[in-house]
């Protein structure tokens, strides 16, 4: 059942007949129905982040923190949930859980890219001649806009308007300083990743179980990937009910 918070600037799907003991927030481009098999039959809201599924989009291009300011909103008027996000909605969660863990009853995070890549080839040529041309206004700003479309990832192609412009920030982001700032507090965190995630690979979860020490748990799903398949939902699903009931 669709419900409207915050006056207007947030949708969820609420499910269940109780006040919501899970919050889910799902990917990037994705939306509040990737949830529904792993909150069957639970006291649970999966939101619609602002810019996707009914949620109006930010007025600006808010970075992640904005993100979670909007999410400890809704969150403040239920009884510390335990917080699942995937992907883009991990960003938020991890966030969150920083600034705001007397919001939560525990986090439950799962193919979010945690950390900075190690390693990765350069923009094509074209375009880095064209982003230092631009740098010394040597053409145009639609110029510019025309090569970032024809060499940009899909999810930057298919970014619109001020959700490009949060995209570019969201991407550049690190969670180091996040992860200790959980890591000194009792809360429990569950990453659940899959095997051959390659947006956010095996190693991103592995450093951050260094910085989270016995707060966390780590489960590696074997053959799965980036996006909620079967396993993962499984795994979720274990994950959530541990952190629900303990």
């Given amino acids: 059942m669709l419900t409207t918070l915050l006056d207007g600037r947030a949708f969820g799907e609420k499910h269940g007949k109780g006040a919501a003991t899970v919050v889910a927030l799902h990917g990037w481009a994705r939306n509040r129905s990737d949830w529904g098999s792993t909150l069957d039959g639970l006291d649970a809201l999966a939101l619609d982040q602002p810019g996707f599924g009914a949620t109006p989009a930010p007025d600006e291009a808010w970075n992640t923190r904005q993100y979670a300011e909007w999410l400890a909103e809704i969150l403040r008027d239920l009884d510390r949930p335990v917080l699942v996000g995937h992907s883009f909605g991990g960003r938020v969660a991890v966030q969150l859980a920083a600034a705001h863990p ?145």
Avoid: C
């Avoid at 945690?114 to 350069?122: A, E, Q, S």
């Avoid at 748990?217 to 499984?234: F, M, R, W, Y």
């Fill in 102 to 246: 007397e919001l939560v009853r525990g986090l439950v995070i799962t193919g979010l890219p945690l950390f900075r890549p190690k390693t990765g080839g350069k923009p094509k040529l074209a375009y880095r001649i064209g982003r230092w041309a631009y740098a010394k206004k040597l053409i145009s700003e639609s110029r510019m806009d025309g090569l970032r479309e024809k060499y940009g990832s899909s999810d930057y192609r298919n970014a619109k308007g001020v959700m490009r412009e949060v995209l570019v920030k969201a991407v550049n982001d690190d969670y180091t300083e996040q992860l200790e700032s959980v890591a000194a507090t009792d809360l429990p965190v569950k990453l659940v990743w899959g095997e051959n995630d390659t947006a956010a690979p095996s190693w991103m979860p592995d450093e951050a179980m260094a910085i989270l020490g016995d707060n966390a748990t780590l489960e590696i799903v074997p053959g799965s990937a980036h996006l909620l398949d079967a396993g993962l939902v499984k795994s979720l699903r274990v994950a959530i009910d541990d952190l629900r009931t303990n």
